[in-house]
């Protein structure tokens, strides 16, 4: 398996622009998670998913940001509008199973707005 | 309110030595704890799993302890490499139906040849 994909890997967008945010899970895996990442702050969870569904979206910092999962293959976070402050790294990971299970890991969106 | 608390100062260790870094953390019953690690510019990377019954776990050069009296895991590296210098992140989950972790800020490792 290719690993929890990714796209863009980089992205460098105006204030108030609307940023899309891409993210295939590994085959097979029904749990799908995003997360934010700071210096400040680390490695933050915004929302996760079973099976296509959200099960908790606490960790959105407001509505400006939004999650979904159309289908088992595909997951997108949005931003609109965005702000200088929403730069970050952001990941996508995903899991199978019950608890403590392991976490897999995509290379991350490095989201910069200017 | 609950807190995940790794030594945020970075550590420096000479390679051969054992590296042990910390994850402290209050007003948690986690059910697991789990390390990653992370390089510059990737994702964390899953390397040991404890569980709160389990007071020790040994993988290769690595070794976690896990005390939930102290509230406290203890992350060994045995015979350190220059390739072992990384951020590494605990991370805690608690008992429940869902697969919610929450990670620690994380403690960047630097062995020195």
Redesign the interface.
């Known amino acids: 398996d290719a690993g ?1 994909i990714q796209s863009p890997r980089h992205e460098v967008t105006e204030m108030g622009q609307e940023v899309t945010l891409r993210c295939k899970p590994i085959s097979g895996h029904d ?1 799908l ?1 995003w ?1 934010r990442q700071t210096m400040m ?5 915004l929302i ?1 998913f ?1 099976n296509n569904v959200p ?2 979206d606490s960790g959105m910092p407001e509505d400006r940001f939004s999650a979904k999962m159309p289908n088992a293959s595909f997951s997108t976070l949005k931003i609109q509008p965005s702000e200088p402050r929403d730069s970050a790294v952001y ?1 996508c ?1 995903s ?1 199978f199973g ?11 969106t490095r989201l910069l707005v200017l | 309110s609950q807190k995940i608390e790794q030594n945020s100062e970075a550590l420096n260790i000479q390679e051969g030595k054992t590296a042990t870094l910390t994850c402290n953390y209050t007003n948690y019953s986690p059910a697991y704890l789990q390390w990653y690690r992370q390089d510059p510019g990737r994702g964390p990377v899953f390397l040991l799993l404890i569980r709160e019954n389990e007071k020790e776990k040994r993988k290769e050069r690595l070794k976690v302890t896990f005390d939930t009296t102290l509230k406290q895991s203890l992350f060994h590296i045995t015979a350190s490499q220059p390739a072992d210098s990384a951020t590494y992140l605990c991370a805690l989950q608690t008992s429940g139906g869902y697969q919610k972790v929450t990670f620690g800020t994380g403690t960047k490792l630097q062995v020195i040849p």
């Open positions: 929890v749990y998670f997360y702050r680390g490695l933050e969870l996760y079973n099960i908790d990941f990971a899991s019950s608890r403590g299970e392991t976490q897999y890991f995509g290379p991350g």
